[in-house]
């Protein structure tokens, strides 16, 4: 069985994870099985760190350079930490594959998802589905002319992303369907868009963007977890 979820601040998941009780806590009632969840350390990156052995398992002090993770190792959940960026998760339930990507505007510009379904596919995926957990949506997220530009420079078909801003020269990016987009084009085509605002959910949700514009430091992570539970 493979089970996944988004958790924000029920998880009460710090930034320095220095805390995970509560955090494991929620992972027992929701039948996880594990004794750890393996993160990576994520830099806005396309890197994608395989755990395809257990000889490659690691230490919290020691997590790989990496904005996605992809495994077919049992009873060991791997999770992405998000706070505005969109957390995906991915799985072949009949080939019990998992994956999960860090994707912000800079990850999935640069190929992060389509690097993560491709090492999933290495492993032996081939029905992969796709989940868009909490992420900052286009309402609530205004950006510069510079970032319009840069991304029409891209593509002239990335302007369907965008809508003029509240503010002259600003536009609001669609980071949720920009990623929705990159998914299909990497050739996974059924994908739960949960459409959360992480900005607008403030007393559910982590936010960094809400952090910055009301000038308090972010204190904590959502946290997306997915694990292919054994069957016993």
């Given amino acids: 069985m493979i089970l996944y979820n988004f958790f924000g601040r029920e998880a009460s998941l710090s930034r320095n994870l220095n805390d995970k009780s509560i955090f494991y806590q929620k992972l027992q009632e929701q039948d996880f099985k594990f004794n750890d969840v393996l993160l990576v350390n994520q830099f806005h990156s396309n890197q994608v760190f395989v755990l395809d052995s257990a000889d490659k398992i690691y230490a919290n002090n020691n997590l790989p350079k990496a904005d996605g993770i992809v495994t077919n190792l049992t009873n060991l959940p791997i999770g992405i930490l998000t706070a505005d960026c969109g957390p995906v998760i991915f799985y072949d339930e009949d080939n019990k594959i998992i994956g999960a990507c860090h994707a912000g505007w800079k990850g999935a510009k640069a190929g992060i998802i389509a690097n993560t379904i491709s090492a999933m596919k290495n492993l032996g995926?081939?029905?992969?589905?796709?989940?868009?957990?909490?992420?900052?949506?286009?309402?609530?997220?205004?950006?510069?002319?510079?970032?319009?530009?840069?991304?029409?420079?891209?593509?002239?078909?990335?302007?369907?992303?965008?809508?003029?801003?509240?503010?002259?020269?600003?536009?609001?990016?669609?980071?949720?369907?920009?990623?929705?987009?990159?998914?299909?084009?990497?050739?996974?085509?059924?994908?739960?868009?949960l459409g959360i605002d992480t900005y607008t959910n403030q007393s559910k949700y982590f936010s960094y963007r809400k952090y910055c514009h009301e000038s308090k430091p972010l204190d904590g992570n959502n946290i997306a977890v997915i694990s292919i539970n054994d069957s016993e």
């Fill in 125 to 193: 995926a081939i029905d992969i589905k796709a989940s868009i957990g909490p992420t900052i949506q286009q309402y609530s997220y205004q950006v510069s002319k510079d970032f319009y530009d840069d991304f029409l420079s891209e593509s002239a078909h990335n302007i369907k992303f965008f809508k003029i801003g509240k503010e002259a020269d600003k536009w609001q990016f669609d980071l949720p369907s920009y990623i929705a987009e990159k998914i299909v084009n990497a050739g996974v085509y059924e994908i739960e868009n």
